[in-house]
């Protein structure tokens, strides 16, 4: 950058130096400047000061000279001075600004924002500007570095400029928006030896585009679980960084190594900074530390770093807690922020010993890791939705432990190991559904709510006449189930326990029928003579083995009603286990195989039995029974036990008391079966079927949740387009108001002889009336508010839009609002009548405003209505509730799709 002395001579000239005498003092200091002299400079520039202590020049050399010399308080102090006499001078504020952040001076931001407001030096403008993204940037404020960047112009050649590119990629980047980030990095291109801040970016794009390959969060994914190839390229940018001592680059390659495993990585990386000389420092002996699996001794290490006032200690340990998902880290580092706040309570610590609290991230993170240790995991999952920040990652993780704790992996050949948390599963599961206006799935998971409670429930399937109910009336030792009955009447027969026998029919549009079980046969086929559909038949019978076991005895799948074919398949979804019946001399045709097939798609454990045994000879029964293994097998089909064959006619009558006709029938083992691996496995049926209705309900409102997250991410890149927009309109106004202001006042040359026109009879009034009058200055304002308003308004939006969109018309030659241009917003439109109106206010003879040329008024208007714009652009925008119900609709479903873990020997 110039010396301020070389601008200021030109500007001011030496006359008052010349008249005092100090033309010697003055050509001195330069000189000394020029030769490297600042201490000897200084004391000509001071010498100056004694006499003419007002000095422009003297100042400046003042300044220069102190700069030189690094006493950055004396340059405050001089371009303070400085900036007085010449506060239209950006290079002066721009110094100003940079020396009082070197001293941490509180005017420094104002001093940077005074040297962005000078349009004719752009170059220092532009600079002031880097530097203040650079200020917010660093707090953690990407929007309002955005900001600062919006209001660079864009280069006049053809070569993008990589200084706003870079800073561009560094706001995205802390957006997560990758798409951004990846567009301003093109410009950066690969960085030079020396780019280190450049370097920096592209390895936390690299990191990032990774993590969001890998399904994680762009911010806190944990590096372990990247690419290796990912992590080297990441790494070796970052030392080049570290090298170059760039800000932020020895925390990302701590963080690095402290979540490496790979011994290659963590000694390379140990030699540059044992170079560097920093082995010792806390952030590096934590990460070397838990690479090395000594996370205790990490801990230590960053606690005496903090011990010692050191910072960036805490942001080491905050960053490798994060990374490796640290809990005891955090505690530490809380435990130690509570200390020092308790201690400089009672005044026995110094404030740089001070350790910085835990962001509101990390303490909810904490929150919520206690309460789900305390089993309060709907607590929990409450905190963790507002972990938005560099925790996200690390939250859904917790995310999927809680709920992986609800729903504990599945084990053993029949259910489940342990019963899941139906409680909070389900309170989770109707939430859920609430919030996504799901109420046919609330009706659903209410319904689980109830089936918990209920026996376990076992489906007789099979085609028609393989003897389903003959074996359900053997089953249950007494003749319920009507058999013999037309597959035309045939419908679903739901077999529950109650203290007095009989039937109920539930008749499709009709009232229910209460019949006693001997009736219920004839009740059907009255029923289907007279054409009324019967939805389902509940048969109660106060039979003991059905508090335990409710029976469906479903219609056969090859019933010539298709209703009765759907109805048979909705037993599948409510029954925990399905006995399939065969008919031996015909069995496992391809149509049993199909339906089988489906069956064990969804989950349903299912027995098989070979019935009507008793046609077959014993040779040709075995036989039968290979075939029927060897075909499960090749269709991937399970059967709880391997097949067994029985012969339910036979069961029947030895059940009713035919002793020789139940030795003959094979029931003694089918009823051993039925026991031990149905009754006596009850709860683990049940609890299977539950978490496979569960698991539907919990995927489904997975997929309800990512398309309502999807639809509000791309309303909020949309309106954060739109506010990119507005930015660069108002930007552009602001730089471009002069000439544009020209062009505008040229374009209302139509609307303001419109309005001569409506003024002309004021003309007649004599000057003292037209001055004193209330009504005509209130006629003038709203006749000129109503012709010029709007126009105006039109033309700045025309302009604006032409400004954020470079291939748009601008506002001399562009298409009309009325023809598709852009319309002002409410807000602007406000702006600019209210500039109009004060100008009416203020003039002394308002009817003359419509002759003259309004070019002042128009660029007022101008900055009004970048002024609106900008407004516009700030609005909060709540961020949808969708992405944390996204989060924990699929945590839930994972823990549902979790494999079965096979049983321990």
Known sequence: MARLVEALNRFFGRVEILALGLENERSAAEAALAKGMPLEAREHARSILS??????????????????????????????????????????WLRLGRAGQRIGWDGARDALERATSAPEERDAARLALLDLSDLDLAAGDPARAQRWLDRIPAPLTTVPDRDVALRRAECALAYGDLDGARAAAEILGEPTAIEGRAALVLARLALAEASAAAGFSAAGSSAAALPPAVVGRALDLGLRALVLDVPGAAELCAALVAASRDVLVVDRVRRVVRAAGALDEPTWAAAFAFAEGRRDDARQALARGLSAGDRAAAAALLRMAVETRDLGALDALAARGKNDHDDRDDDKAPRGAAAPPLPPDLVRLRDAAAMASAGQGSGALDALDAVTGEGAAWADDMRRAIAQAWVPPAGGPAGARAAAAWGDVLRELARTAKLLDRLDLLAAIEALAVERERPLRAAVVGEFNAGKSTFLNALLGEDVAPTGVLPTTATLHWVAWAPDPFARIVVRGGQDRVVPHAALKDTLRALAAAGDKVARVFIYAPIERLKRVEILDTPGFNAPDPDHIAEA??????????????????????????????????????????????????????????????????????SLTPPIAFSARLSLKGRLGDEEALAASGWAEVEALFAEQIVDASDALRERALRRKAGRIAAELAHTASARAAEDREAGRRARAEADRLRASAAYLRRERRALAAVIDKALEPARRELASDLRPIAALP????????????????????????????????AARAGAEPGARGASGARGVEEGGAAPSPRAAAHVRAVLMGMVAVHDAPDELAARPIEGVVEAAIDAFAMALSAEAEAPVPPPASAAIELRAQALRAAFEAPVTPPSA
């Open 51 to 92: 006499v003419l202590p007002d000095s422009a020049v003297g100042l400046a050399l003042w300044a220069d000279a102190a700069e030189d010399a690094w006493l950055d308080q004396e340059v405050v102090a001089s371009l303070t001075d400085l900036a007085k006499r010449v506060p239209w001078r950006a290079d002066v």
């Open 569 to 638: 398949r909705r037993a599948f979804d409510e029954a925990h286990v399905a006995v399939w019946l065969l008919d031996a001399p015909q069995a496992m045709k391809e149509s049993e195989r199909r339906v089988l097939s489906e069956i064990s798609a969804l989950g349903v454990p299912v027995q098989i039995l070979a019935n009507k045994a008793d046609r077959l000879k014993p040779d040709a029964l075995e036989t039968v029974l290979a075939h029927v293994r060897d075909s499960l097998a090749a269709s991937a089909i399970a």
């Open 767 to 798: 000057e003292e009336r037209k001055r004193a009058d209330a009504s005509v200055r209130a006629y003038v304002q709203e006749r000129l508010v109503a012709r010029l308003s709007w126009p105006l308004s039109a033309e700045i939006a025309r």
